[in-house]
């Protein structure tokens, strides 16, 4: 399957990017569609066409800070347990990653190397997430690594299968039901891409969340059902509850593996915490 982007960077390509010449060159109109990403057939969630159609007003407003509920417990930040009954994959995953923890060692600590957290993980990281809620669609943009999610409400379809981009987030439609913004996400990219502590999920991978504000508007709560046929039987469900933070912001994070290395949680921070102390063993010996 050949992506958009893949299609839009062969355009690239094709006109060069040196910038020698640049004045002489000229991108038609069909290059330029491409490369802005244009939709076949429907407007865009922040065209002023697409935001001047009159809609119902919805139940909720989700617009506002939000950070994730652990006054319980901080392990509430995981989807499991409970755990569905998983396949040869995800039974491998949980067997390897206890003894990962009995050993001390990190286990796919991916994220440690700078690949994306990915859905659902993404929502229940420990920084906070702004949520921008338009009539067309909502906005998400998480404090871990700057991270942004698309809820599109603005009556379209998923994209044909044949022609979609696979994402850590994939894509996720939202419509109303009754009081809760139901929203079914799918095509995500699936490597590298681990949920709790290294369970993996595949192209099959799907997630339907149903959301609503609770507490007179001080509590996000949403109800996971996530399914993956490659990896699992049945759905896996969890329900999470987020606070609002009217005081807070996020601020902007890059994620760079340099400074990583030195995080004791990532491999490579460990293999550095075992030089300097082989390091330091090797001075006092002196």
Not at 238 to 254: A, F, G, H, L, Y
Request: charged fraction near 25%; hydrophobic fraction near 35%.
């Amino acid at each position: 399957m050949i992506s958009r982007s893949l299609v839009a960077l062969a355009a690239v390509l094709a006109f060069g990017v040196s910038t020698a010449g640049a004045q002489e060159r000229k991108l038609t109109q069909e290059q330029i569609d491409e490369l802005a990403h244009k939709h076949d057939g429907y407007y865009g969630a922040l065209s002023p066409q697409n935001l001047a159609v009159k809609r119902p007003k919805p139940p909720h407003d989700f617009t506002g800070t939000w950070f994730i509920d652990l006054r319980r417990s901080f392990a509430d930040f995981r989807f499991g347990p409970p755990y569905p009954e998983f396949l040869e994959a995800g039974k491998t995953a949980m067997k390897d990653a206890e003894a990962a923890r009995l050993a001390g060692k990190p286990y796919r600590d991916s994220i440690g190397q700078c690949y994306p957290a990915g859905m659902p993980m993404i929502m229940t990281r420990v920084w906070p997430i702004n949520v921008i809620q338009l009539p067309t669609a909502v906005f998400m943009n998480f404090g871990f690594t700057n991270s942004m999610r698309f809820i599109y409400t603005d009556g379209r379809k998923h994209t044909d299968s044949d022609v979609a981009i696979f994402t850590y987030n994939g894509e996720s439609i939202g419509k109303w039901e009754g009081n809760d913004l139901v929203v079914h996400s799918k095509y995500f990219e699936s490597n590298q891409h681990w949920i709790d502590g290294g369970l993996p999920v595949s192209d099959e991978f799907e997630i339907i969340e149903r959301m609503r504000l609770k507490e007179k508007g001080m509590i996000l709560e949403i109800e996971y059902t996530m399914t993956d046929p490659k990896n699992w039987k049945g759905e896996w469900k969890n329900t999470k509850r987020w606070m609002r933070q009217d005081w807070s912001d996020i601020p902007e994070v890059e994620c760079l593996p340099n400074l990583n290395q030195n995080l004791p949680s990532t491999e490579e921070g460990q293999a550095a915490l075992k030089e300097r102390e082989r390091a330091a063993a090797e001075a006092d010996k002196k």
